[in-house]
């Protein structure tokens, strides 16, 4: 299958041009720029079993999203999305590659959990997928698995500092976990919040009387993110590695990272859209409050624009956005009554490309290459896939968006293609939307109906990112 895009305005992370776009197959085959005046490229004649023109449209790498959690067993439920609704929603919004968590369950091999969640997306994703391993014990067995999994393609690792009794991990754990990497060259990805005060303040909340959602948000505050976020750059830093902080939310947490960035050392973090677009309020509606749990939690409306300005600057280097759905009915609301029972976690896998147009874009907070950037090349970089993915680039997977800058659409549960019974972004207007959606030479989704076969997805080995150490 050979396909032309004509007449777009590519967007790269490195800068846009006019130009047509030959895909042959899966990857990208040629690139030609338009002459400034002239009406068509050398392309014009080309045979092409298909050519589509997008006069008007940007052309773009798919987006990246390194941070989903499908079926993620929590709080005595499962995240609601499958590989196969959460990756076709995810296409839906301009997405065509996702790095999902698969889990370690305590006491058993890492290879458990990952040959389960292989099996879970094999033949079901409709997105190429990669994996990232959660880990809940750190021991001489799993950090000899750790060797064999970044083998296979699988070489990064997320440890907690939060959710003791379950994920979390302590800080000699972590440490062995990071001295590890520096030997086999995988990196750590941390989620970053003191788990133990944390839970200290929420039972003294509880115990207070304060039990509706808006309790998540109170006890999980700020500096214990800003203090986790900071140990565990000086655990990498000790133990001479890179770390990459998942899911930062607040202004004192980036602080840790600014900071610690500005001295040399080797810290990444992502943002989410819900830190970005969100905030402490939205937890504060009764139970309905639960829709907007997550951890770390919302923060006062006032953090937002100290992730954006992190973005411009590249202390935060992309932003992912850690899916993890619960319906509001019969999910979220085992919770009622007692707030930490409230399952952690929202949907946001079909909104994060055309939010970050959006709020970033046309609210003029970032150039459309930064945008391509933190959506697309940056995940792939920093995860061991590019130039395969993530950029426009002759030998490149052919994973394109034609974009409408100018399309304007109204977010909502009756209209998005999650599996999930609220959205946390309900009403709101964004502008900027996929008009085509195309991985490796597939076309997905045209006009915002779904064309493309059932079970595309293949799984991407990934690289150990030579890109965090050289940084
Ligand atoms: O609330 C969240 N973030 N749920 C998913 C699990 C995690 O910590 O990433
Ligand atoms: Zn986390
Ligand atoms: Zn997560």
């Given amino acids: 299958?050979?396909?032309?895009?004509?007449?777009?305005?590519?967007?790269?992370?490195?800068?846009?041009?006019?130009?047509?776009?030959?895909?042959?197959?899966?990857?990208?085959?040629?690139?030609?720029?338009?002459?400034?005046?002239?009406?068509?490229t050398a392309l014009a004649g080309v045979a092409a079993d298909e050519t589509i023109d997008a006069t008007g449209k940007y052309v773009v790498p798919g987006g990246i999203d390194v941070h989903t959690h499908f079926e993620l067993p929590f709080g005595g439920t499962f995240a609601k999305d499958t590989f196969e609704t959460g990756t076709k929603a995810a296409a839906h919004g301009g997405?065509?590659?996702v790095v999902d968590f698969a889990p370690q369950s305590k006491g058993r091999p890492l290879r458990e959990g990952?040959?389960?969640?292989?099996?879970?997306?094999?033949?079901?994703?409709?997105?190429?997928?990669?994996?990232?391993?959660?880990?809940?014990?750190?021991?001489?067995?799993?950090?000899?698995?750790?060797?064999?999994?970044?083998?296979?393609g699988v070489p990064d690792f997320k440890l907690f500092t939060a959710y003791p009794g379950v994920f979390f991990s302590p800080d000699d754990h972590i440490y062995r976990a990071m001295r590890r990497t520096?030997?086999?060259?995988?990196?750590?990805?941390?989620?970053?919040?003191?788990?133990?005060?944390?839970?200290?303040?929420?039972?003294?909340?509880?115990?207070?009387?304060?039990?509706?959602?808006?309790?998540?948000?109170?006890?999980?505050?700020?500096?214990?993110?800003?203090?986790?976020?900071?140990r565990v750059i000086h655990l990498a830093e000790a133990a001479g590695v890179p770390v990459y902080i998942v899911h930062l939310s607040s202004r004192d947490?980036?602080?840790?990272?600014?900071?610690?960035?500005?001295?040399?050392?080797?810290?990444?973090?992502?943002?989410?859209?819900?830190?970005?677009?969100?905030?402490?309020?939205?937890?504060?509606?009764?139970?309905?409050?639960?829709?907007?749990?997550?951890?770390?939690?919302?923060?006062?409306?006032?953090?937002?624009?100290?992730?954006?300005?992190?973005?411009r600057r590249d202390d935060l280097q992309l932003v992912a956005t850690d899916h993890c759905p619960f319906d509001f009915h019969g999910q979220k609301e085992l919770g009622r009554?007692?707030?930490?029972?409230i399952p952690n976690g929202l949907p946001a896998v079909e909104d994060r490309v055309d939010l970050l147009h959006d709020g970033g874009v046309v609210g003029g907070r970032i150039s459309r290459e930064r945008w391509v950037e933190i959506m697309a090349t940056n995940p792939a970089k920093l995860f061991g896939m590019y130039p395969r993915k993530g950029t426009i680039a002759v030998g490149s997977d052919a994973d394109l968006l034609v974009y409408d800058p100018n399309r304007r659409r109204t977010i909502s549960a009756a209209t998005h293609h999650m599996?999930?019974?609220?959205?946390?972004?309900?009403?709101?207007?964004?502008?900027?939307?996929?008009?085509?959606?195309?991985?490796?030479?597939?076309?997905?989704?045209?006009?915002?109906?779904?064309?493309?076969?059932?079970?595309?997805?293949?799984?991407?080995?990934?690289?150990?990112?030579?890109?965090?150490?050289?940084?």
């Fill in 182 to 230: 520096r030997e086999n060259g995988g990196l750590i990805m941390m989620h970053a919040e003191n788990g133990p005060v944390i839970d200290v303040i929420a039972a003294d909340l509880v115990a207070a009387g304060t039990t509706d959602p808006i309790g998540h948000g109170l006890a999980r505050y700020a500096v214990l993110e800003k203090e986790a976020t900071s």
């Fill in 95 to 97: 997405t065509t590659t």
């Fill in 419 to 471: 599996d999930v019974d609220y959205s946390v972004f309900e009403g709101r207007v964004v502008q900027g939307a996929s008009d085509l959606v195309m991985s490796r030479g597939t076309i997905l989704v045209r006009d915002g109906a779904w064309v493309g076969p059932a079970g595309h997805g293949r799984f991407v080995r990934r690289a150990p990112a030579d890109y965090v150490r050289r940084a």
């Fill in 114 to 152: 990952l040959d389960a969640w292989l099996a879970k997306a094999e033949g079901h994703s409709v997105l190429d997928y990669g994996f990232h391993m959660m880990m809940a014990d750190v021991n001489d067995a799993t950090l000899v698995e750790m060797d064999e999994l970044v083998a296979e």
């Fill in 253 to 311: 947490a980036l602080e840790a990272v600014t900071e610690a960035r500005d001295r040399g050392a080797l810290a990444f973090a992502e943002t989410c859209p819900q830190y970005l677009f969100l905030s402490l309020d939205d937890l504060g509606n009764g139970f309905e409050g639960a829709k907007f749990v997550c951890s770390p939690p919302l923060r006062p409306r006032d953090h937002q624009e100290d992730l954006w300005r992190g973005l």
């Fill in 1 to 40: 299958m050979r396909t032309l895009i004509r007449n777009g305005l590519v967007v790269t992370a490195d800068g846009s041009f006019e130009a047509d776009v030959l895909v042959e197959g899966e990857q990208i085959e040629a690139i030609v720029r338009r002459a400034p005046g002239a009406a068509a």
């Fill in 337 to 341: 009554g007692d707030f930490r029972k």
